[in-house]
């Protein structure tokens, strides 16, 4: 079946532009994270949802940056005004719990590059 | 300290030769634990998870030592198509929360 998928998968935006990062997680996954990538680095959390709710944003690094799942299957994530040190591959993970194992797969990820 | 250890490489080594992976997390609550490979420029995929009594697929074999906190991954008889990065990842103690990764060591195999 299909897997994660995200868009867009390459986005350029000027410091101070605001960006919006989507994520269709696998059917029927109730749980979604977002990771962010830095060149050379493993992924690093930003945030959980379980259905809509967002239960941990710990990993947010600042303000400028929020996530939302409404329905319980999309997820955005958006940054505000971005700043180079935003520039990274954002990851999208969804994950349900089969034999308690609670494997997540990721999509392909959306490289952001601030200019 | 970072939570989740390992030596990022590169490890250079001949097709057929036998690599080892080392890693050691500093959570010893944690309860899950795994193996994601990354090709350049890709998503993490599962690799492999790691249990107490060590597994094996085929000529990958994964190793869980919870005293000492450390798991290793061992490959046989390397493949050019095994050439990635390999993530060790470690999973908090509760269903559902974020996995924490290694930076990833770098395996290149040549013929």
Redo the contacts between chains.
């Keep these: 079946g299909a897997g994660v998928s995200q868009s867009p998968r390459y986005k350029v935006a000027k410091r101070g532009q605001d960006v919006a990062l989507r994520c269709d997680p696998i059917s029927g996954h109730?749980?979604l994270?977002w990771?962010q990538q830095a060149l050379?680095?493993?992924?690093?959390?930003l945030t959980?949802f379980?259905n809509e709710a967002q239960?941990?944003k710990s990993?947010l690094p600042s303000d400028r940056f929020f996530a939302e799942r409404p329905e319980g299957s999309v997820s955005t994530l958006k940054i505000q005004r971005t700043q180079q040190e935003d520039s990274a591959v954002y990851?999208c993970?969804s994950?349900a719990?089969i034999g308690?194992?609670?494997?997540?797969?990721?999509?392909?990820?959306t490289?952001l590059t601030v200019t | 300290r970072k939570e989740v250890e390992q030596d990022p490489g590169p490890f250079n080594v001949p097709e057929g030769a036998t690599v080892a992976f080392n890693c050691t997390y500093s959570n010893s609550a944690s309860q899950s634990f795994f193996w994601y490979r990354q090709d350049c420029r890709k998503e993490p995929k599962l690799l492999m998870s790691v249990y107490s009594s060590g597994n094996e697929d085929g000529r990958f074999t994964a190793q869980l030592n919870r005293a000492s906190q450390y798991i290793s991954l061992l490959i046989r008889d390397s493949k050019l198509s095994d050439s990635a990065t390999y993530l060790c990842v470690v999973g908090p103690n509760q269903a559902g929360t974020a996995l924490i990764f290694g930076k990833g060591t770098t395996l290149s195999v040549s013929s």
């Design positions: 109730v749980s994270f990771y050379g680095q493993g992924p690093e959390f959980y379980q239960l941990d990993g990851l993970a994950s719990p308690g194992t609670y494997e997540q797969y990721f999509g392909p990820g490289r």
